[in-house]
Nanobody, 124 residues
Framework: QVQLVESGGGLVQAGGSLRLSCAAS????????VGWFRQAPGKEREGVSC????????FYADSVGGRFTISRDNAKNTVYLQMNSLKPEDTAVYYC?????????????????WGQGTQVTVSS
């Protein structure tokens, strides 16, 4: 099973940017679909973005489309989430998740491996 570690979270003002990283070890991410999820206090974990294993197609939740960009660097075995024009409602713990040969999905059960999460706080 692949191990995932997120980094890049922090405190930023509204309108600012952050880039989250999801670094993998144990397996190569080339054959994995990788998703980013987030969980705000008192809310359920929700899907934010996903990059597929087959052709690296990308998908975004309506709430982040046009502001967030997911990408992968196979040489570094890392998937990134570039977050621009951040809003206070983007505040949450962000998790990356992976599933070998997986298509992208928005359900937590679509992914078998999860990182520990990184906190993103956007101040108004």
């Amino acid at each position: 099973q692949v191990q995932l570690v997120e980094s890049g979270g922090g405190l930023v003002q509204a309108g600012g940017s952050l880039r989250l990283s999801c670094a993998a070890s144990g397996k190569t991410l080339d054959y994995y679909a990788v998703g980013w999820f987030r969980q705000a206090p008192g809310k359920e974990r929700e899907g934010v973005s996903c990059i597929s294993s087959s052709d690296s197609s990308t998908f975004y939740a309506d709430s982040v489309g046009g502001r967030f960009t997911i990408s992968r660097d196979n040489a570094k075995n890392t998937v990134y989430l570039q977050m621009n024009s951040l809003k206070p409602e983007d505040t949450a713990v962000y998790y990356c998740a992976a599933e070998v040969f997986g298509p992208c999905g928005w359900d937590l059960s679509d992914f078998g491996s999860w990182g520990q999460g990184t906190q993103v706080t956007v101040s108004s």
